[in-house]
């Protein structure tokens, strides 16, 4: 248009475009996003409402499997994030089940109508990390009417239950004891867990210690050896598992689950906060995980029939990782996702957590970093510049991402879902206030 024409008040003729083609002149000024189906988590900062729901990403072929891994400095608002997720899902009938080591879930809870499971040591709830789940099918909503107690987990044979029974107590030993396992230490474990399994219908820990510390005679022969070497072999592993029985840390999972729990609510929430500044908090947390999983893996048929899903939320899981044994065992049971009908969340604050576990090249550094090939869902928030390089490298970041990382503003996250990446913003709404705001120890609301 020249200066003339335009004096002269002179107007090109309108033009009229689909926003498939308007796309095609700009092509920058709005991303398509993930759809429209699942839970709202705020804005897309390049345009429009971001939704992302991992099991309709995951059946559309999107993504392979629906962990997903958060990352953020203190105050940057990935739990404020977590909450309010958990909290959403809610209206589309999900539960949650939060392993919480330090005590921030409980507003959240109440809010549900809920209480959460508090551990102490000496305390009177015990949840047994051995339990198949048999004890708890009438609040699970499994199914009604008596159950045999000695049944193996719903679709699953007896054998391949007493076997994961067995590696997670092989899990917990080796991280009590800061050291892999020596074979005879393993065989110790399998046949003090057979050999109770034989006379319990649900195992516990005690039970288990008592079996390594004074074996039977047919134990040592049927690995051909005699009672006092095989005393001799699992002498160490029962002495540290004995902590958990007789130790500082007894009166937590040293029994039966404490009957009457109730766990048909949408949110369980386990506490931890009792112990977050113990040395064992990682093997407490993979106690309290591992009595998740069985209860998950118990109400995984039914979950199946009425296609309802699970989040299992583990929270400062860099407790978890630095445990070699343990973190075998949490790898585990991230592949078992797709199975249970679960979406795993683990909450971490920065990427080095994940190599902050172990010598470089440790099998704790490849674990840590297994799970993060495992979750293909990453939402990070503001990251240190120190960050920044190995952000790049373990997270495949483009140079603008890896720029934008240290800039974040508090509640603003990179998103690499699958192959694309996104930058949203997290909006909390006003009744949501009260279950994000950590921040008032400080004189200040979180969201004000």
């Known amino acids: 248009m020249s200066e003339r024409q335009a004096r002269s008040g002179f107007r090109l003729p309108a033009h009229t475009v689909t926003t498939?083609?308007?796309?095609?002149?700009?092509?920058?000024?709005?991303?398509?996003?993930?759809?429209?189906?699942?839970?709202?988590?705020?804005?897309?900062?390049?345009?429009?409402?971001?939704?992302?729901?991992?099991?309709?990403?995951?059946?559309?072929?999107?993504?392979?499997?629906?962990?997903?891994?958060?990352?953020?400095?203190?105050?940057?608002?990935?739990?404020?994030?977590?909450?309010?997720?958990?909290?959403?899902?809610?209206?589309?009938?999900?539960r949650a089940w939060v392993v919480d080591p330090k005590g921030e879930y409980e507003v959240l809870a109440r809010s549900w109508g809920v209480m959460p499971v508090a551990l102490r040591p000496g305390g009177s709830v015990r949840l047994n990390p051995l339990d198949r789940g048999e004890a708890h099918l009438e609040h699970l909503g499994t199914a009604s009417g008596s159950l045999g107690a000695s049944a193996p987990s719903a679709g699953e044979p007896a054998d391949d239950s007493q076997r994961r029974q067995i590696e997670l107590l092989a899990s917990l030993a080796a991280a009590c004891l800061g050291r892999n396992l020596a074979p005879r230490e393993r065989v110790a474990i399998d046949l003090a867990m057979s050999t109770v399994a034989a006379f319990d219908a649900v195992p516990t820990l005690p039970r288990v210690v008592d079996a390594l510390l004074d074996p039977r005679d047919d134990m040592a022969r049927s690995v051909r050896t005699d009672r006092a070497r095989l005393l001799e072999d699992g002498r160490d592993v029962a002495l540290e598992l004995r902590r958990l029985v007789h130790g500082d840390l007894r009166g937590m999972f040293d029994g039966p689950t404490t009957p009457g729990l109730d766990l048909?609510?949408?949110?369980?929430?386990?506490?931890?906060?009792?112990?977050?500044?113990?040395?064992?908090?990682?093997?407490?947390?993979?106690?309290?995980?591992?009595?998740?999983?069985?209860?998950?893996?118990?109400?995984?048929?039914?979950?199946?029939?009425?296609?309802?899903?699970?989040?299992?939320?583990?929270?400062?899981?860099?407790?978890?990782?630095?445990?070699?044994?343990?973190?075998?065992?949490?790898?585990?049971?991230?592949?078992?996702?797709?199975?249970?009908?679960?979406?795993?969340?683990?909450?971490?604050?920065?990427?080095?957590?994940?190599?902050?576990?172990?010598?470089?090249?440790?099998?704790?550094?490849?674990?840590?970093?297994?799970?993060?090939?495992?979750?293909?869902?990453?939402?990070?928030?503001?990251?240190?510049?120190?960050?920044v390089e190995r952000a790049s490298e373990l997270l495949s970041l483009s140079p603008t991402e890896a720029e934008l990382l240290p800039q974040l503003r508090r509640g603003i996250a990179l998103w690499k879902v699958g192959q694309r990446s996104f930058l949203v913003q997290h909006v909390v709404g006003p009744g949501e206030r009260e279950l994000v705001d950590t921040d008032t120890a400080m004189g200040i609301h979180a969201f004000d």
């Open 20 to 94: 498939r083609h308007l796309g095609a002149a700009y092509p920058f000024v709005a991303e398509a996003g993930l759809g429209h189906r699942g839970v709202l988590i705020g804005r897309d900062l390049m345009g429009g409402a971001y939704v992302y729901d991992p099991f309709e990403l995951y059946a559309q072929g999107m993504v392979s499997n629906p962990n997903m891994i958060v990352f953020g400095q203190i105050g940057r608002g990935k739990s404020a994030f977590v909450k309010t997720y958990l909290w959403r899902q809610s209206v589309f009938g999900r």
């Open 264 to 387: 048909s609510g949408a949110l369980v929430v386990l506490d931890l906060s009792a112990l977050y500044n113990s040395a064992a908090l990682g093997v407490l947390m993979a106690c309290a995980t591992a009595w998740l999983q069985s209860a998950l893996a118990r109400d995984a048929p039914r979950r199946s029939r009425d296609g309802s899903q699970v989040f299992v939320v583990v929270d400062e899981a860099w407790a978890i990782l630095a445990n070699l044994g343990v973190a075998r065992w949490l790898q585990a049971s991230w592949k078992l996702s797709r199975a249970f009908g679960v979406a795993n969340i683990a909450v971490l604050h920065r990427l080095s957590d994940l190599r902050a576990v172990g010598a470089l090249d440790s099998e704790q550094v490849g674990l840590a970093q297994g799970l993060l090939s495992d979750s293909e869902t990453r939402v990070v928030y503001a990251q240190s510049p120190g960050e």
